[in-house]
Structure formats: structure tokens, C-alpha cells
């Protein structure tokens, strides 16, 4: 095992009837004081490799590591080294958060109340009402205080900002890079992408169970294509953007193309020689538009993990 790696698997699988793969063959290592995202779709293997993870059940074959130990065999001193927010969070409804909080302090073995306090300030929420009067937003910041308030050394979180609105996103962000630079780990599933693209320092991208990559988010921010928004004056057809070398992904309306391109700019300057543009812009690709490039429809394109 990797000297740093926190989180570390195997050909890690878990397999259904009838030859169905939740997750095949995952091998992945999350390293001390990063954010790691874990990103794809609804149902393509994210909770099944935090369930996989915890021990909530048992893999077909492969096998799983945290802080060196297997999850399996060590599951019980594993888990008192983490804090883990489901993505869906059942507790109980007549209780009040303080008294979850408490309680769940007490099985942790004690739990520092001034930094609860402090978590629930940021996130402005209240920790005296009952756990049934609140929202799905509310239910999801009990949860990352629940997660939060024993500062563990890895934080696992499923879809974490589900339910919080814009600025609780920004105090959620907030709140993850001070877990990293404090030197703990954070194991981020999420399908929204802006939020990996704010947080992570790597980001892994799964497709139908199977690892497509594993790359740094700057990297991915400085893919080698970009998106190109030029409006005319008059109606184009796309035909004569189509045929132009490195050009792809072409949408047309009315007067206004969007295209892909990849390579230089002069093939592009020299085809709309004879148009009369009205505005052009070139963007830098987000993630979303790096995202989709692993999920086309002409099968995935695979590059080295890092």
C-alpha cells in the first residue's frame, strides 16, 4: 500500500444475478489532505463504493483499504477514524439534533460541544428542534455536523450538498478546504459537477461501475479543446463549420454557431472569411464539457490515472 494513501482498493467489485456489475474491478487510491471527487451519474457505482467502503456490505472480489487496515476485517477501529454522511439520512424523528448529537457523541466516546455549536453558527441552523420539523436542506446540515464535529481524519460524503442552497454550499466549501488543510481527507461523491470543479484537488470519473480516469482538476481545466461561440449577422448553415479541420460538436441556430475546437485558430479564420460576424467568444471548457467528452455515445475516451 501506498505510504499516504488513505483510501485504497483492489479490483474491488460487487456483482448482482444475472452478471450485473454495481462496481468492477475499482482500483483507486485517495491520498492524505486531499479533496478527492467521486463523479458520475445517479447509479453508476458511487454509493455502492461507499457502502462497499464502510462495510455496509461485502464485495464479490476484490478488496478495500482505510488508513492501511482492510474494511472488512478491521471495520470497527476503521469506523471510529471517520465521519461519514449518507446520502440518505434516517435518524430519529422526535428527537432534537442536540440530543442526536449528544448521543451519538457519547458512542464516539465524547464529542466537543463548542465546536458543534460552532458548525451549527456557520451553518445556520438551529440544534434544538426536533429532527421531523425540519427541511431537506436542515436534515442534510445535521448531518455534516454529525459528520464533521469529531474532526476525523477522513470525511466519506454522499452527495453532501444535496438540499443547501447556494450560500450553505459556500460554507460547505469552506469547511472542506479547511478539513484538508488541516491535513484530513475528504471522499466526495457527487453528479454536480460545479461543485467538484470549486473543491477537489482529483477528481475520479465512473461510468456504468467501471474507473474511465483519474485526473487533477486543473488538469481537466486545461484540456486541450475549446468552445467557441461566433454570432452572425445572418442565418448559417452548419455544413461549412463541419467540414473545418479540429472542428466538432457543432450546434447551429439561426445566427449563432457553438462549436468544439481543438488545435489552432486559423483554420477556423480562414473558413469564415467570406461571413460577417457579429461577436465571438472563446471559453476555456468547464467541467461539465470535459465530463461529457467520458460519456459520448462512441465509447469512452481513456486516459492515464494520476
Not at 62 to 88: C, I, K, M, N
Amino acid at each position: 500500500m501506498e505510504h499516504n494513501a488513505i483510501i485504497q482498493t483492489q479490483n474491488l467489485s460487487k456483482q448482482y444475478k444475472g452478471n450485473v456489475y454495481a462496481l468492477k474491478n475499482l482500483n483507486l487510491d485517495v491520498q492524505r489532505g486531499e479533496i478527492f471527487g467521486y463523479l458520475g451519474p445517479n447509479g453508476a457505482g458511487k454509493t455502492t463504493t461507499i457502502k462497499l467502503l464502510l462495510d455496509m456490505i461485502r464485495p464479490s472480489s476484490g478488496q478495500a483499504q482505510l488508513f492501511g487496515s482492510d474494511v472488512t476485517r478491521d471495520s470497527v477501529a476503521v469506523r471510529g477514524r471517520l465521519g461519514f454522511l449518507p446520502g440518505e439520512l434516517n435518524l430519529w424523528e422526535r428527537q432534537t439534533s442536540m440530543q442526536i448529537i449528544r448521543y451519538i457523541g457519547h458512542v464516539r466516546g465524547g464529542v466537543d460541544l463548542r465546536y458543534v455549536h460552532e458548525l451549527a453558527e456557520r451553518l445556520q441552523f438551529d440544534l434544538t428542534k426536533k429532527v421531523r420539523s425540519y427541511s431537506t436542506g436542515n436534515k442534510r446540515k445535521l448531518g455534516l455536523i454529525l459528520a464533521l464535529m469529531n474532526q476525523p481524519e477522513l470525511l466519506i460524503l454522499d452527495e453532501p450538498t444535496s438540499g443547501l442552497d447556494p450560500l450553505m454550499q459556500q460554507i460547505f466549501n469552506e469547511l472542506m478546504r479547511e478539513a484538508r488543510d488541516a491535513g484530513r481527507t475528504v471522499f466526495l461523491s457527487s453528479h454536480v459537477l460545479g461543485e467538484v470543479q470549486a473543491i477537489c484537488d482529483r477528481v475520479g470519473i465512473l461510468r456504468s461501475g467501471v474507473l474511465q480516469s483519474v485526473q487533477r482538476v486543473d488538469s481537466l481545466s486545461q484540456a486541450d479543446f475549446r468552445v467557441v461561440t461566433i454570432r452572425f449577422q445572418a442565418p448559417v448553415a452548419a455544413g461549412f463549420l463541419t467540414a473545418i479541420p479540429n472542428v466538432t460538436d457543432v450546434h447551429v441556430h439561426e445566427q449563432e454557431a457553438k462549436f468544439q475546437l481543438y488545435g489552432d485558430f486559423d483554420p477556423v479564420l480562414r473558413a469564415l472569411s467570406g461571413q460577417y460576424i457579429t461577436s465571438m467568444e472563446v471559453e476555456k471548457p468547464t467541467l461539465e464539457d470535459i465530463f461529457l467528452k467520458f460519456y459520448n455515445t462512441d465509447g469512452v475516451r481513456q486516459t492515464e490515472p494520476v
